[in-house]
């Protein structure tokens, strides 16, 4: 039997090559928590564009609730912050210490992040999130970098064949604003 993983989704394109990788040997859950993603429409846009990954390659994905005040509460004091500084890691914690609860909540014993396939993310930083959120919890942090092996281009080409909506920006006000 495969361990039981939670994959937080920050969107259906970085999903894609990091799910193609896991589900040999993990049973892979994904969760689309991202209240950082602003305006409305364009945390819509990603939401559909994952649920069409879902349903294209029967993965079973969760989705958090958009709370779009918690990201500001944990931004506020960092917004003039450039990006992948302070603000970041702010929200790279809040989204994965609630990816943490919902994985022990739901019977998951490891969680994964696609947020290291991104070409601007700095995979040391996330993993040391992910590690400190998971550890209080007992649960083991899949330490990636997914961009690793060519995984940035393979998730671009999957993103074409699938027709999936690719942003062009991070997702917060800050990240669009640089």
Known sequence: MKPKLLLHICCG?????????????YEVVGFFYNPNIEPEDEYLRRLASVQHLSAAWHVLVDVGLYEPERFLAVARGFEDE????????RCFRLRLEETARRAAANGCTVVASTLTIGRNKRADVINRIGRAACAPLGLEFL???????????RSVAYSRELGLYRQDYCGCRFSKRD
Do not use: H, I, S, Y
């Open 82 to 89: 450039p990006e992948g500084g302070a603000r970041c890691e």
């Open 143 to 153: 330490e990636r970098d997914w961009k690793k092996q060519d995984g940035f281009n």
């Open 13 to 25: 394109p970085c999903a894609t090559e990091v799910v193609r990788r896991l589900q040999d040997d």
